[in-house]
């Protein structure tokens, strides 16, 4: 017993790389939600009178009244795409795959308004419904096993059902048992 009380006083006293990283990682992800408001206000930069917008680099001309306008639009489906796909990828969750459903609904909005579709916010419920008909049905699935088997059985008899090959309608007749 005291070996495993001094094993747990030495490691939590010694700084570990994987600590430091993910501390680092954390951080990092910290600055990224940090930064969001000035991503979503920098709309305002841009030129308010004109439709035609010249740098040094390249240059933009778009349909909207003006750069201000087309850009407000921009970064109003950039930055929730943006917090969305930061948190997919750094959610640990079960459900986490439900996030690509908003994910899709605002990447089509994106692909939208760079093509500057007249029918802004108005036909992507067709192109997320297929997506839509496949994710919602398997996170239900997944959760309705998931806690079926938490209430009912033990680990081992879980990872024992698991590898058992069954139809899918034998799956389903079981979740609802």
Same mark, same amino acid.
């Given at each position: +017993?005291? =070996? ?15 600590? #430091? ?13 940090? !930064? ?40 109003? =489906? ?18 986490? &795959? ?12 994106? &692909?939208?308004?760079?093509? /500057? ?6 036909? /992507?419920? $067709? $192109? ?6 496949? !994710? ?6 997944? #959760? ?15 990872? #024992?059902?698991? +590898? ?9 007749? /079981?979740?609802? #048992?």
């Amino acid at each position: +017993m005291n =070996k495993q009380n001094s094993k747990s006083k030495e490691t939590k006293s010694l700084p570990h790389k994987t600590g #430091r990283k993910n501390l680092f990682i954390g951080g990092v992800i910290v600055l990224l939600i940090a !930064i969001t408001p000035f991503l979503f206000y920098s709309y305002k930069n841009f030129p308010n009178d004109s439709q035609v917008w010249e740098n040094s680099l390249f240059t933009v001309n778009t349909a909207f009244g003006s750069i201000n306008t087309y850009m407000w639009f921009l970064v109003g =489906k950039v930055v929730p795409l943006y917090l969305l796909l930061l948190w997919f990828f750094t959610c640990k969750h079960w459900w986490h &795959w439900i996030i690509l459903v908003p994910i899709a609904m605002y990447a089509f909005q994106l &692909w939208g308004i760079l093509n /500057e579709s007249q029918g802004l916010d108005e036909l /992507e419920i $067709y $192109y997320i419904l297929p997506l839509m008909l496949v !994710i919602i049905p398997a996170v239900y699935l997944i #959760r309705a096993k998931l806690f079926n088997k938490m209430r009912l059985d033990d680990l081992d008899s879980f990872e #024992r059902d698991l +590898m058992e090959k069954k139809t899918i309608w034998q799956q389903v007749k /079981e979740l609802f #048992r």
